[in-house]
């Protein structure tokens, strides 16, 4: 009986006192919920994943396109309250490093849409980052559903869905 209390008392003090280790928020392992095709899950880096953070910075990455890219949209979730400053994004190629000049940045309040659009198109086959500097994460924890789109160069041009970044913020 005493071995028993003993090895429970022994067991309860190891657990709680393991230290707890901050760790860089990464796009990775879904659990439940999120697109049912594992390849519609983007990666993504942020900096600082607690909620209420100011002057963080992330980066959403998007695979190679099969097409040129003439703009980039991304669709926040409905609730989002995190900022993020149009005057603080860049577009680069995500191998070179190299930064593509912006024509403009729009935010559509109501949509809750910020289109990317450049000044010269992307060739096909060029995988991109998209760096946010200055933003705010959300007041509330969880996991946010962010969608990419992209509008192609063709004749008849429509935004394509590229995939979904599961930020997840505690």
């Known amino acids: ?71 980039v949209q991304i669709v926040l979730p409905e609730g989002y309250s995190g900022r993020l400053d149009k005057g603080r994004i860049e577009l680069l190629n995500k191998e070179t490093r190299v930064v593509f000049p912006l024509e403009e940045i729009a935010y559509e309040k109501e949509d809750l849409t910020l289109t990317l659009s450049l000044k010269d198109p992307i060739p096909a086959g060029t995988p991109l980052s998209i760096r946010f500097y200055n933003t705010a994460n959300p007041y509330s924890p969880g996991i946010y559903s962010i969608r990419a789109r992209v509008l192609g160069t063709e004749r008849d041009p429509i935004f394509r869905f590229v995939g979904v970044w599961l930020l997840s913020i505690n």
């Open 1 to 71: 009986m005493r071995t028993r209390l003993f090895g429970a008392i022994t067991l309860c003090v190891l657990a709680f006192s393991a230290p707890v280790v901050p760790l860089m928020a990464q796009s990775g392992f879904v659990l439940t919920g999120g697109p049912k095709d594992r390849d519609q899950v983007l990666n993504y880096s942020l900096h600082n994943n607690r909620a209420k953070v100011d002057l963080n910075s992330m980066e959403l990455y998007l695979p190679a396109q099969k097409l040129a890219v003439r703009q």
